[in-house]
């Protein structure tokens, strides 16, 4: 849907009722963050002491923050994401055309939403870069044109607001059709803003407690045996709440090449017996539930599910989107699983399988020791071993490093019994079945830290990384 704000100048005469706004039709899921990627140009000094025009659109986003109690906009500055049509990424930029197509006469600039079924899942903002363009307040002024006004009105649209004048209303509102002297927003505007986001579901936020708090791991996601495996073990004798995302594209927006385009999530029991699949996290009757734990993923076509688990063992498997038409398409690919502490289980550990190439796609395991008190674990790092289990193409002899929240080293180790940790590990069960494979023993405090799996002398192939709870299961 295009919404344009034409060049002109709208002057308003008589009475000027108040709310009299028009919504579009489609808003985002409650308590939703936005990710905005900022593409607007380098830095420059504007009118209004704004440093860029990146600058002047994050602005812009906190202004309709201000009035969005079930909504955040989040501004990346600078994004890496190249702006288009059909990513899912809410993008910002100057172009001189509407990606390909040509602006109209008087055209400063479109907004782009897409929605399904009036769940918004993408916008995209362009600004004709055929003017001439700076930020001000004030009066328009002949010949340069106010990046910052401009933006509070695509933005409204981003926010779900149409023009109220081509409803039929005569109020004053910068979400107006055409471009005047209203720089700010108005009581029409705000009130438009709280009829969609004003009122919903209460934000609630994981507690924090001696588990591990959040697993993830990361990897290149390919098809067949080259998927992304992630299996996880609720320990303790009451279930566990967690929700578990496969992100892909989103990647992209922190500098990672070659992001997984379109990931599609899994689980099955330990019987095999799939319990629950998704693919756009936004279609998901649990998806205002995910989002009022700030747990939404950046991308709408991300993977997200919010389960209840018995004590148990379950695998989630990341794979790319396939249909009978679309081939599924390769890429690096994050599962997460949060675990929320809501109930007396707990989500103890997690093993996930996925490829380990060179350079810098190697298989990375991120956990988060939460609570107060230091928690002894175990990580492992298995290759061969994959082999006897008929998996093709096993890494050969894997190499375990763990970094911590600052990415510095703290243990790496190549050969498991050759590590100050042999016996320990082998006491607790824990000793891999091949001499090549890795392991390491360590009390971490509460914070951020990170396994990397890699292979000896740049070897490739299906890798595992293991990290396990080894502190006392809840009600055991």
């Known amino acids: 849907m295009f919404k344009v704000l034409f060049l002109s100048v709208l002057t308003f005469l008589g009475a000027q009722p108040l709310f009299a706004y028009v919504l579009e039709g489609q808003s985002w899921t409650l308590n939703r963050t936005v990710a905005m990627q900022l593409s607007l140009g380098q830095a420059r000094p504007l009118l209004d002491g704004f440093s860029s025009f990146n600058k002047s659109a994050a602005d812009v986003l906190g202004i309709w923050n201000s009035h969005l109690a079930h909504l955040t906009f989040a501004p990346v500055l600078n994004s890496p994401v190249v702006p288009s049509a059909s990513d899912y990424e809410m993008s910002a930029a100057f172009s001189n055309t509407i990606f390909g197509d040509t602006f109209g006469s008087g055209t400063l600039a479109v907004t782009l939403i897409s929605d399904r079924a009036g769940v918004t899942s993408e916008t995209d903002t362009l600004f004709n870069s055929a003017y001439q363009w700076n930020s001000y307040t004030g009066p328009l002024r002949p010949g340069i044109e106010d990046f910052h006004r401009v933006a509070l009105h695509e933005f409204g649209h981003t926010v779900g607001l149409d023009h109220p004048d081509e409803g039929g209303q005569t109020v004053a509102a910068i979400m107006n059709s055409q471009v005047s002297d209203v720089y700010l927003l108005k009581a029409d505007d705000i009130a438009g803003a709280e009829a969609l986001y004003g009122a919903g579901p209460d934000v609630t936020f994981a507690i924090d407690g001696p588990i ?33 995302r496969a992100i892909g594209f989103s990647l992209s927006a922190q500098g990672v090449d070659g992001a997984l385009p379109d990931p599609v999530m899994t689980v099955y029991d330990s019987n095999q017996q799939q319990i629950a699949k998704n693919d756009d996290w936004v279609s998901s ?36 989107y396939s249909d009978a038409t679309q081939a599924a398409r390769p890429g690096i690919g994050l599962f ?12 103890g550990n997690i093993s996930t399988r996925g490829q380990v190439l060179g350079g810098d796609d190697v298989l990375i395991g991120g956990f988060i020791v939460g609570g107060t008190d230091a928690k002894p674990v175990v990580v492992r ?43 320990a590990i082998t006491d607790e069960g824990f000793a891999p079945n091949k001499a090549k494979e890795a392991a390491l023993q360590a009390t971490l405090s509460p914070g951020n830290y990170t396994a990397v799996v890699s292979g000896v002398n740049g070897a490739s192939g299906i890798g595992l990384v293991e990290i396990y709870d080894m502190s006392p299961a809840p009600g055991l």
């Open 285 to 320: 009757p649990d998806a205002k539930k995910i989002a009022s734990y700030h747990l939404d993923p950046p991308n709408s076509i991300e993977s997200a599910l919010i389960l209840t688990l018995q004590p148990g063992a379950y695998t989630a498997v990341i794979e790319g």
């Open 336 to 347: 997460e699983l949060y675990d929320l502490h809501t109930t007396g289980g707990r989500a």
């Open 381 to 423: 790092a298995l290759g061969p071993s994959l082999g006897d289990l008929g998996v093709a193409n096993a890494l050969p002899d894997p190499m375990l490093e763990l970094h911590d929240g600052n990415g510095s080293l703290l243990q790496s180790n190549d050969n498991w019994a050759q590590g100050v940790d042999a016996q």
């Open 212 to 244: 591990l708090a959040n697993i993830s791991t990361r990897a290149q996601v390919g098809s067949g045996d080259n998927v992304l495996i992630g299996g996880f073990i609720v320990q303790g004798v009451q279930p566990a709440t967690v929700i578990l």
